[in-house]
């Protein structure tokens, strides 16, 4: 686990948004008042796949309208990202920042994995622990779950998911579920509501990807 972590690591990054929002004083009936800005803040998990700053990452993490982004590395370095693109399919994003020489992952084949192996889930743990890692097993293959964000919102169906019994919690999504041999077998997606269940999360496997990120 202690080696498969060194390795991922530096390739693995914070993701951030900001985005303003108008907050309306329903108190208030006179002009030139409506209301006042306040800044929303979230965040999530990405993972390097190009060494000049190809940032992969969840859609629900990248589709939010009218937000700035921002990427951290695991050295602190903070880059202005943009949303390059969303896939229409599966829950998967891509995030470019103006860098040189980065690390990078590695990928596995996730078709290869059996029940029961050792997995590692990193990431962004509640928007405020970078790099936090995880571990656990793979409890499941081939899963279909309806997910949404916290709130509610943007519920959808995913299918051919993993599941692991290894943390995710908000702010790991988009992070890199990895093998003990460091390589990236899946993207951290979901997970059940807290209060509902235990060690039930999941991710896409990384083979439903490949054609997304070579293309």
Do not use: C, M, W
């Not at 993490?61 to 921002?70: C, D, T, W």
């Not at 970078?130 to 169906?157: C, D, F, M, P, Y």
């Not at 039930?200 to 990384?206: C, D, R, V």
Request: hydrophobic share 40%; glycine share 14%.
């Amino acid at each position: 686990v202690i080696s498969s972590v060194k390795k991922v690591s530096p390739a693995v990054v914070s993701v951030s948004f900001t985005k303003d929002v108008q907050v309306i004083n329903p108190f208030y009936f006179g002009p030139g008042q409506e209301g006042s800005v306040q800044q929303e803040q979230g965040g999530g998990t990405g993972f390097i796949i190009t060494s000049d700053g190809l940032v992969a990452t969840n859609k629900h993490v990248a589709n939010i309208s009218g937000a700035n982004y921002s990427v951290i590395t695991q050295d602190g370095k903070k880059y202005d990202a943009k949303v390059l693109a969303l896939d229409p399919i599966n829950d998967f994003a891509i995030l470019k920042i103006e860098a040189k020489n980065l690390p990078t992952v590695d990928f596995g084949n996730s078709d290869d994995l059996e029940i029961g192996q050792r997995v590692i889930a990193i990431g962004n743990a509640l928007g405020a622990f970078q790099n936090s890692v995880t571990t656990g097993v793979l409890s499941g293959k081939g899963r279909t779950i309806e997910a949404a964000t916290s709130s509610g919102s943007g519920a959808e169906t995913l299918q051919g998911l993993l599941q692991t019994d290894a943390a995710i919690n908000e702010g790991n999504s988009g992070g890199p579920l990895v093998n003990l041999k460091g390589q990236v077998i899946g993207v951290n997606t979901a997970t059940a509501s807290k209060g509902q269940a235990e060690g039930l999360g999941f991710a896409i496997p990384i083979n439903s990807l490949r054609s997304a990120i070579e293309s």
